[in-house]
């Protein structure tokens, strides 16, 4: 099991970057999958990015890839997403999550394949 808490969002002028944060509790870090997510007001949990145990595959929704970059590290147990060239439609709560990972499992990109979730920090991006 782990508790994850997320931080670094706020308010961010378009063409602008922040860098979220997801701080992690517990002896298993390294065992999970991590991801981000968001979700817009009226608008359902979307994929935004996922990091694999080790860190060596990534994945990113079409719609950030080349803006936004997944890392983690496992001695910090701690996942990061830099966030570039934002726009306002990446305005949302962002929130980290993991899924326990046994050798061979895919990276999953759907919200219920994942257990475990953070608080949500609140990304805004102005015009």
């Known amino acids: 099991q782990v508790q994850l808490v997320e931080s670094g969002g706020g308010l961010v002028q378009a063409g602008g970057s922040l860098r979220l944060s997801c701080a992690t509790s517990?002896?298993?870090?390294?065992?999970?999958?991590m991801a981000w997510f968001r979700q817009a007001p009226g608008k359902e949990r979307e994929f935004v990015a996922a990091i694999s145990r080790s860190g060596g595959s990534t994945y990113y929704a079409d719609s950030v890839k080349g803006r936004f970059t997944i890392s983690r590290d496992n001695a910090k147990n701690t996942v990061y997403l830099q966030m570039n060239s934002l726009k306002p439609e990446d305005t949302a709560v962002y929130y980290c999550a993991a899924d326990y990972q046994r050798p061979g499992n895919t990276v999953p990109v759907e919200t219920t394949r994942y257990d475990y979730w953070g608080q949500g920090t609140q990304v805004t991006v102005s015009s």
């Open positions: 517990g002896r298993t870090f390294s065992s999970y999958a």
